[in-house]
């Protein structure tokens, strides 16, 4: 499931959620998310998902998502951010979250979506953490808290960037970074307890409205969710914590207790 965990200094909790609402989404606002990575293009269900879209687009307008990272990499599962930030110095910053959105579940977890992140057991708990399926998490996602409210779709070739991003190695620091995605970051790096900089994470410099208008993209035909009963692994992201998965009891000692103190001091 996606959820979230809280972690020393910092919470990261990011949930799913879908439920069965008019199929509207042939309108959407179009965002770009510009990373250190590449850059791509996301339809917004401005129709379908209102509340949910209109709260994005509320962080991104003010800036919000500018120097945030993606915190979570769970290949053939989801990349995860809107949590934190990283002001070319650590420890990170987090992302200041706006009121609780109501929960929207429409559409299906189906790969090459964004769905918000929420804490487990409330529904109506999303903020400003989110996620990209990256395969076809109906089955997990779309019955779990009510149902992770999908509210977009990667437009184009984008998903070769978030495939980009999902194929980086990942590092355990612990907290809400068990699956820190790094780039130019190596095994010797983190037994040497180097601290990850601007070189090495993930950084979104700028989410941008790129076309505000609501039907720049008519074609759209999204999934409707099922809304099945989901197993109970793999663990949604989650807003506020850690993000879900399993952590080692040794994975919460030694060197890692270091590393999260640098990351959430």
């Not at 401005?46 to 915190?71: C, E, K, M």
């Not at 290949?75 to 809107?82: K, N, R, T």
Request: glycine share 10%; charged share 15%.
């Amino acid at each position: 499931m996606i959820s979230a965990k809280p972690g020393r200094a910092l919470r990261f909790t990011a949930l799913l959620s879908v439920a069965f609402l008019s199929p509207q989404a042939a309108n959407a606002t179009i965002v770009e998310f510009q990373t250190v990575v590449g850059d791509f293009q996301v339809n917004l269900y401005d129709n379908a998902t209102p509340q949910t879209v209109a709260n994005f687009l509320d962080y991104v307008n003010n800036g919000a998502f500018s120097n945030s990272i993606i915190h979570r990499s769970v290949p053939g599962f989801v990349i995860q951010g809107g949590g934190f930030t990283f002001d070319l110095a650590l420890p990170l910053g987090e992302v200041p979250a706006n009121p609780p959105v109501v929960n929207e579940p429409v559409f299906a977890n189906v790969r090459g979506t964004i769905a918000m992140a929420k804490l487990g057991g409330d529904p109506d708990s999303a903020t400003s953490q989110w996620f990209f399926n990256l395969a076809d998490n109906t089955a997990n996602l779309d019955g779990q808290n009510g149902g992770f409210t999908v509210f977009g779709e990667v437009a184009g070739d984008g998903m070769d960037v978030v495939d980009a991003i999902a194929a980086l190695p990942r590092f355990n620091f612990g907290g809400a970074t068990t699956d820190l995605p790094l780039r130019n970051y190596s095994l010797d790096d983190f037994n040497s307890l180097i601290d990850p900089d601007e070189n090495n994470l993930v950084i979104i410099s700028a989410v941008i409205v790129s076309d505000s208008t609501v039907d720049t993209a008519a074609g759209l035909n999204p999934t409707l969710s099922t809304n099945v009963t989901p197993p109970a692994n793999p663990q949604p992201p989650a807003s506020g914590g850690g993000g879900g998965g399993t952590v080692s009891v040794i994975g919460l000692l030694g060197l890692l207790l270091l590393r999260r103190r640098r990351l959430f001091r």
